[in-house]
């Protein structure tokens, strides 16, 4: 049951297990850094540059880059985490046959370990700078920012 | 705690940006990632994306992170201070404000783009 407490003693109260109090603790501090790293990658999407001009070359250009890698992998998990937590949060509240419950919980687990999956892959795992040839590295390098 | 009234509302728009935040977070992933199979793959998306209908919905996105994020501060305020809980609704106002004060010049920003690919200016 999520933890409806306003004060950290007061979520400490509540908390019925450890692992809960964790993770109401986790939404704080996973939230704080989500809206650095968040509004940051709208602004860098969408105000630095024209989010319709976005094409496969800004992509392989940005998943080239080490520092855009970790920046993103970061947001992906804690984005991810944080996200999943809040729906299970939702779902405890408005879904209240017990057998629904489970399965939605089931199907929407499974589906965020699908996504963390691939998009992992994207990140650490697929060498997108192959595609793009030396001018173009050089051209743009100031432009992946 | 404060039912019926600012406090309300802000914990469901929370929710509600929070639900539509994640939905989108979860397509976004997979259409970028689909960059691995090659940029056919991923102009064949691009180019639905870049409709006027996902670009405006994309604004719709902006507007709810940001909303989002300024309430999850404000959250955070009401747990971790004294003071945070008794200006609540105060609080509520304040991020109505920043919300503005951040939102309004991305509309000029954006919203010019979106007409031009609809050619309308």
Known sequence: MAIRARRYSQARAQAGTNLELAWWVFMRVSGLV??????????????????????????????SNTTWKIYDWVMLSLSLL????????????????????????????SLA???????????????FSKGLSENTRLEHSEGTR | MYRGREG???????????IAILLYLLIHVLNISAAMWGPEVSERLFAIEHTPIFRIGLVGVIAAVLYHALNGLRVILMDFTAWGVRLQRELWYGVWLLFALFFVPALIK????I???????
């Open chain 1, 34 to 63: 989500l809206v650095f790293l968040v509004l940051g990658h709208l602004y860098m999407a969408n105000i630095l540059i024209n989010a319709g001009d976005v094409d496969y070359n800004y992509i392989a250009r940005r998943l």
């Open chain 1, 113 to 127: 370990v699908l996504v963390f999956f691939v998009g992992s892959m994207s990140l650490l795992n697929h060498d």
């Open chain 1, 82 to 109: 944080h996200g999943m937590n809040g729906l299970r949060y939702v779902l405890d509240d408005w879904v209240r046959d017990a057998r629904a419950r489970f399965w939605t919980k089931i199907v929407t687990y």
């Open chain 2, 115 to 121: 007409l031009r690919t609809m050619g309308v200016i």
């Open chain 2, 110 to 113: 954006i919203v010019p783009e």
């Open chain 2, 8 to 18: 309300q509302w802000a914990f469901f728009l929370h929710r509600l940006s929070g």
